[in-house]
């Protein structure tokens, strides 16, 4: 098993950054990516950011490219999303997610084990 804490979230202005943090417990050694996705209210789970736990290999949705950068600390087991030029439409819940298999890392089904959750909300 593997335990998901994440941290960070919180109320900024549009045009702010925000940084989330999620620090991984347990069978960390099992995981092959980690990723974080967002909901909106009455919206589907969407793919925000991933990266591969050896490699260090990022992958971010378009709608972020170039205003978020996802990272990651193996030494602290933490991944890091850096949320610059924030942006009204970038208020949700961010959730954290990990994987334990290759295979498409946008897929949410994918995701085996997820934290609870931070509010993000950007003000206009």
């Known amino acids: 098993q593997v335990q998901l804490v994440e941290s960070g979230g919180g109320l900024v202005q549009a045009g702010g950054s925000l940084r989330l943090s999620c620090a991984a417990s347990g069978r960390t050694f099992s995981l092959v990516a980690m990723g974080w996705f967002r909901q909106a209210p009455g919206k589907e789970r969407e793919f925000v950011a991933a990266i591969t736990w050896s490699g260090g290999v990022t992958v971010l949705a378009d709608s972020v490219k170039g205003r978020f950068t996802i990272s990651r600390d193996n030494a602290k087991n933490t991944v890091y999303l850096q949320m610059n030029s924030l942006k009204p439409e970038d208020t949700a819940v961010y959730y954290c997610?990990?994987?334990?298999?290759?295979?498409?890392?946008?897929?949410?089904?994918?995701?085996?084990?997820w934290g609870q959750g931070t509010q993000v909300t950007v003000s206009s």
């Open positions: 997610a990990a994987k334990k298999y290759y295979g498409t890392i946008r897929n949410v089904d994918e995701y085996t084990y």
